[in-house]
């Protein structure tokens, strides 16, 4: 799956599922900080990634992501490695 592909799919589900205003997502925007989610929200954030993209991200992905960047290429990296 392209790149923008997967930035455009995120971001619909970012601002309709978890009402994130869209301008507030950038690339270099503090991902955590700018969604500000419980752990109940990330929950649904890993459903919600599964049921779009067919992966999982687990704990651990998420210590790794600090920017809607690592956030996406985390998601790209996945895919690619369930493909491979």
Excluded: C, P, Q, W
């Amino acid at each position: 799956m392209e790149r923008e592909k997967i930035v455009a799919i995120a971001n619909d589900f970012l601002i309709n599922e978890f009402e994130v205003d869209g301008d507030e997502i950038t690339n270099d925007a503090h991902f955590k900080k700018t969604l500000g989610l419980d752990s109940l929200d990330y929950i649904d954030l890993v459903v919600v990634i599964e049921s779009n993209f067919g992966v999982k991200l687990g704990e651990a992905d998420f210590k790794d992501i600090i920017t809607f960047d690592d956030f996406y290429s985390t998601i790209e990296k996945k895919i690619a490695n369930k493909n491979a």
